[in-house]
């Protein structure tokens, strides 16, 4: 009944992606055309991706700061490339208080003008670096074709902005940063992704390197789920951010910046989702396990209530997030359906025959049907065993998506003929040696809405290889894939 | 040395305000007037206050839901006494994309309009009630006169809106957030607040009842620390938020908004701060305890800072917010006044002679020099010896403020000659019986700037007084005072 709701994929992708966020009740457009309301479900995935960062960047020595949402329309137009890219995608304010502004004041697209500004007060001297910054944010980019949570006009991120001494250090960082989201992709909301420097075409507006994580999504399309730029002393020439060195020089510091949005929240939908709906890894997911009492008559709900009570208090005491669904005028089966359409990663089912031996019955969600069911767990030490099943299902989503992505990465690709054949009849990342330029790169998206993903950071120390679009002998490798 | 950058609050209590805001790195001045950056230090003590609000709201089965900040102009009209009140604050954006809107875009003073616009929506049936939401999100008022966190252009805030059945459920509601901030205050920031209702003349823009949590500052005057207000159907009928009830009858439901801000980070400045600058509750600290080795000689250091090292870690792995201050080019006497003026509840001193013991010397923020040391304290046990220091430390800020507050209320003023000559010779809250109309209220409030701050709770059962003002007997009692 419930996934009767949601488009097959194989039918309507896009269809079915609008299908699983209005069904599992995490995102729907607002009233202002291009921006979305984060239903509760929604944003506390957000929540779970915020966890794991903010963890990281405070592992790392990161600090989190706020900086004015509004910026003066002269900031922008400091850095050369930061104003070309950005100026089409501004909203602007033009009255405040009742009058009209002497200077109009845009809304962040980003936040390197500002905090360039700002830091250029905070630091002095060599002492005052590295200064590592970390903002979580609202940020407005005007943008044409948004879809909930890939692209809205507002998002929610985080933005990191450090500055340093030395080149080194500053590369070391954006890596470093680079790593991190790679690591919460992987191990909180089990993506594979390969990260990888972006082609010049598709760096951030001000960047000398733009690095990015690249996922793919259940239509074999990529997302680009987090990137980390080394901004070099772009924008410390812009905003003056000098320091005292040891030796009583003045010196321009180095910086970096790198972002992750609510994109990401896409990315786990995309990555994971299924006919049923969502499919969520435990630790990301707002409800991890979800407590289903079964009973049909007045003498078996009496039974197996009070002990579905006691599995959920001992799972809440133990600090998962465990829903009890005792509501009583929906059936077992719909509220299957209803779960699993939330993506919850365990149903636990407590019957009549398994209060008598003392145990419950666990379903996997990431497996289908009775594949994904585990019967006589017993209830002594629950806690243990649902922690293994979360590592279970974790472990599965991840490695189901690697082996999507496997399948549709092809590769010895020699020519744009077999290029173009791949593209229009396969589809997926194309794993190819590349030496064209960018006009070369922007004509093969013209010809195919293809475009370079990224040079993935583990291939490009291999043989060379023939470029499939000039023929030369290169041993650059890039990714190329529709992209979101 | 550090102390003489601040200026007495005897002196200038403005001036020793802005002087812990900058000497403590707490918030600066934006080029966007009326706009500040929150510093690393300043942030982490609204993070503080951010995990011990998210708790009581998740506690009390509310969900986080994220909206736009973009709310169209159309929104903002339909609730009458809303677009009168915030009309005048508005920031507009006109301009998006390069190109001029059809219809602006008001950035969200509040959120009332645009939620109650998707509450309509997400509300059909009594079983959707009750919709207990919150966001954490930025706003934006257009203030004339600001100061950091007290009153900024724009803020952070979380703001809490629900929907109920019934009258009684959504007053409920109210005064729940109402005591959850107030429990709050107490626990976590170690402000005592008066919980109370607010006059008509200073209710919120559409609410029928507006309560508050009112806390006296180191001046004696007041400031108003969260709203809670009970908003009837004045924004579901002006949204039309119906639902459908047990008996299939369409009926409009009751809402509530509730809202504590960054200006709570200014109630713990101003609470707790004193001539050597900030002195922070444990609960909200971001720091919370400082280990500071003290050698002269090279032997002494090698014999001290293993040691200083070893109770850093024991503190750290005990999740204790602790920080190792091993700078090797400051003195120790520079150190104790440079976490002394950013508010480390406990400074922990490990010397030779301790090292010798196996002791540490534990230094209370909140008891000046000597008469907060405590000498000789085992390593062996440590944490278990700090967790004790840091409730004495609540309790001691706590006490402190409280004293500070009743010596500061003043009662027994029954006219208003004595009322004058009360708030200009002495301040403070002035606790009165008070009969006066909404015209009167305003008259004082020209007089002498001071208004009522809230009809005290626990107060408005007592005997009968003479009203100050009107001469007329009641057992309304009001307290007066100068505000932020």
Redesign the interface.
Known sequence: MADSKITPRAEDYSQWYLDVLREAELA?N???RG??????HG??I??GIQRGLDRRFKETGH??????????MS?IAKEAEHVEGF????????????KKLEE??V?RPTSET?IG??FS?WIQSYRDLPLL?NQW??V?R?E?RTRPFLRT??F?WQEGHTAHATEEEAMEETLQMLHAYEDMAVNDAAIPVIPGEKSENERFAGALKTFTIEAMMGNAWALQSGTSHYLGQNFSKAFDIQYLDENNKQQYVYTTSWGVSTRFVGAIIMAHGDDQGLRLPPKVAPIQAVVVPIWRKEKERKEVEPVAQKVYEQLRAAGIRVKLDDRDHLTPGFKYNDWEMRGVPLRIEVGPRDVKKNCVVIAQRHLPGKAGKVFDISIDGLVGHVNEFFDKVHKGLYDQALAFREENTHEGIEDYDTFKQMAEDKGGFLKVHWAGSNEDEEQVKQDLKFTVRCFPQDAQDGPKGKCFYTGKETNRVAIFARAY
């Open positions: 729907e607002s009233p202002v921006s979305m309301v984060i239903r509760p944003y506390a957000w929540e600090q989190n700061a706020y900086f004015p949402m509004f910026i003066p900031f100026s089409p995608e501004l909203a602007v304010v033009t009255q405040g208080g009742g109009p004041l809304v500002i500004h700002t007060k910054i944010a609202n407005v005007w044409m006009m507002e929610l």
